[in-house]
């Protein structure tokens, strides 16, 4: 954490722009409730919900606490959920308007009462049309003259590398860049942050952390649902935007980057972009770009039956998308961004392949590979090569598992919005994107973004619930990935390969 940023501890009020959204009710308040519950939130916290819409105040707790489970039994839970309703207020108001804002400040002094100094976090998660205004009368209107504030952004900053720097071009003047918590949600995720514990934590694995030994690694983000009519929004972001220039470049960035100084925020973002900036993409040629049509039985219409997506659209709901580092570590080793939409699976996973063994004396050995499950079940498994058990001398593949839910049965694993939140609280923004990461990604996808908009290629069609389109295999194995190593991990220990 940066000395200059200090920890809130009191005197704390936090507003939640959007809180009539699904995000709010689904993420924000169940994050924050877990929290309160667990002592990790300022006890004299107010929170007040802001958005646009009519809402009763009674119907506004029941909004926020809807998806908030407590076992019927659980009368010390039940009774911190009282009180943290009591902490939770309403404030109904435009985003664009002065007297919204001056109204804002008016109630949050009645709800404050009497304090030494007052700070203030203001959680966005709103359309990036209106972060400017909203930022703008929060600055002028309800900044606090003594004590801290922070601003807490929701992706996506800006469409493009030019709208993310006219945005903060816009931002700076208000809030400096230690006030600014820009959100990635992945980066809240506990195998994403893992990530820096497993890579130097363990010399086994940072001496094998090149070229040498690797042959390949891939970030797969599976989702098994469509747009859903959330068309219109997908289509002028498609999953280029969506998912690989936030999630999954930031999960290159830290699986790339060198050693970092120290552990704290500046140092870590520090090597973040240092790999950023020497991140290349592939040829475009060999980007596979799909879109979704129904499924094989009809029963889950295709992305274009969709009546929210305009007709003939060739937004790609599919991509696999080659990217390479271009230095001493990892010179010449592709790095495989896959993402989609309407998928067979729902997962999100790390997949490093290693090289062959090159001794000659087992031809017929499997790749070792070193598999990082961010969601579901988080796990980290290596697949290895021991002898088939018996009187064969066959290699078997097996794998050291561990799953964490089967591994820590007695720990409690946060979900990504209370790590983020906390942190916001504390003063740490390692797991925060800084301005000029964002500006990384943006330059990475940027070319393809481009070629995407002007050349409008056609998408190559897979079915909905499938694992992609036809093509996946080959671009795979043009770039080194070896299928002759299953993944048991998937199936029970008694799946064994025959001896043949």
Request: overall charge negative; some cysteine; proline content about 6%.
């Amino acid at each position: 954490m940066s000395s200059s940023i200090q920890p809130i501890k009191q005197n704390a009020s936090m507003v939640v722009f959007g809180a009539s959204g699904d995000l709010a009710k689904k993420k924000t308040f169940p994050a924050l409730f877990s929290l309160y519950k667990d002592g990790r939130l300022p006890q004299d916290l107010v929170i007040v919900g802001y958005a646009r819409s009519k809402i009763e105040p009674n119907d506004f707790i029941e909004r926020i606490t809807q998806y908030i489970k407590i076992d019927d039994n659980d009368s010390e839970t039940k009774q911190k959920l009282e009180e943290f309703k009591k902490m939770c207020t309403y404030y109904r108001g435009s985003y664009d308007e002065v007297e919204s804002f001056q109204g804002l400040n008016k109630h949050l002094l009645e709800r404050e009462g009497d304090r030494t100094e007052r700070n203030r976090v203001f959680y966005l998660a709103l359309p990036p049309d209106v972060f400017v205004p909203v930022a703008t009368h929060l600055k002028q209107q309800c900044y606090p003259e003594k004590g801290a504030a922070r601003l807490i952004i929701e992706k996506p900053f800006g469409f493009d590398l030019d709208s993310a720097r006219e945005l903060q071009s816009k931002l700076g003047p208000l809030f400096h860049e230690n006030e600014v918590y820009r959100i990635d949600h992945y980066l809240g995720k506990e195998m994403v942050q893992n990530l820096v514990h497993l890579r130097f934590c363990n010399p086994i694995f940072s001496q094998l952390w090149n070229k040498d030994s690797i042959s390949n690694v891939q970030i797969t983000f599976k989702e098994p649902i469509g747009t859903e009519g959330r068309g219109g929004y997908f289509d002028s972001s498609t999953i280029v935007r969506d998912i690989v220039q936030n999630h999954l470049v930031q999960v290159l960035s830290l699986i790339a980057m060198e050693p970092p100084t120290t552990l704290s925020a500046d140092d870590l973002r520090d090597a973040k972009v240092q790999a950023l900036r020497r991140t290349r993409l592939g040829e475009l040629q060999d980007v596979v770009l799909g879109q979704y049509i129904k499924s094989k039985d009809g029963k889950h219409p295709g992305y274009l039956d969709d009546e929210t997506v305009p007709k003939g659209s060739k937004c790609p709901t599919y991509s696999a998308i080659p990217m390479f580092v271009d230095n001493d570590r990892w010179d010449g080793v592709p790095f495989l961004l896959k993402a989609g939409k309407a998928m067979n699976a729902g997962k999100v996973e790390v997949r490093v392949q290693f090289k062959p063994v090159a001794n000659g004396l087992f031809n017929d050995a499997y790749h070792n590979e070193l598999v990082i499950r961010i969601q579901p079940n988080e796990a980290v498994y290596l697949k290895m090569n021991i002898k088939q058990p018996g009187i064969s001398s066959k290699p078997l593949l097996t794998d050291l598992d561990l799953t964490y839910k089967n591994r820590f049965t007695n720990m409690k694993l946060h979900e990504a919005y209370e790590a983020l939140f906390f942190d916001a609280f504390a003063g740490d923004q390692s797991r925060f994107a800084r301005i000029d990461e964002l500006e990384c990604a943006w330059t990475l996808v940027g070319p393809l973004l481009q070629y995407m908009e002007k050349e409008k290629p056609e998408p190559k069609p897979y079915e909905y619930g499938s694992e992609g389109p036809d093509c996946l295999n080959e671009f795979l194995q043009k770039f080194g990935y070896s299928y002759d190593t299953p993944d048991y991990y998937e199936y029970p220990v008694t799946n064994l390969p025959e001896d043949k």
